[in-house]
């Protein structure tokens, strides 16, 4: 039995489209849309050196321009400067003491971190909600009233 074009190019689709489910690299997935449209190709009859032609541009466009939006996306807005990225915005911790250079130490999700204050005025001992973080330090604030 011999397989048309097509249905090559069909299985490949799907050879990809699995393997991109196992490992979640989207790029597989870019990939997988150029050869399914090399099968696409195939169905209208093209000659295999253009199917090869029309998989290489629609996948490596495709791969492109998924590369491009995700920069962009990066360069737009890193992940600890969101506070929807950031899961610790507005939870509340308390505030023992403040040291003389504006930092705590307070007891969040189980274990010490070291915060600094980030509100107007001066540092005051009580309860306080976290506004970002900075690497394993907090930025606290005042609670709204």
């Known amino acids: 039995m011999e397989w048309a074009d097509a249905t090559a190019w069909w299985v490949a689709t799907g050879v990809l489209v699995a393997v991109e489910l196992t490992s979640g690299t989207f790029y597989l997935l870019m990939l997988a849309i150029g050869t399914g449209a090399g099968a696409l190709a195939a169905h209208l009859g093209a ?8 998989a290489s541009l629609v996948g490596g466009a495709a791969v492109v321009g998924w590369h491009l939006q995700r920069q962009r996306q990066l360069a737009l807005a890193p992940a600890e400067a969101k506070s929807e990225m950031n899961l610790d915005t507005g939870a509340p911790v308390l505030v023992d003491s403040w040291d003389a250079d504006g930092r705590a130490r307070v007891r969040y999700r189980g274990s010490d971190w070291t915060a600094r204050f980030a509100g107007p005025g001066a540092p005051e001992p009580g309860h306080h909600v976290i506004v970002s973080s900075e690497g ?9 009233p």
């Open 47 to 54: 000659p295999f050196p253009a199917q090869l032609v029309a």
């Open 136 to 144: 394993s330090q907090l930025v606290l604030g005042r609670p709204a």
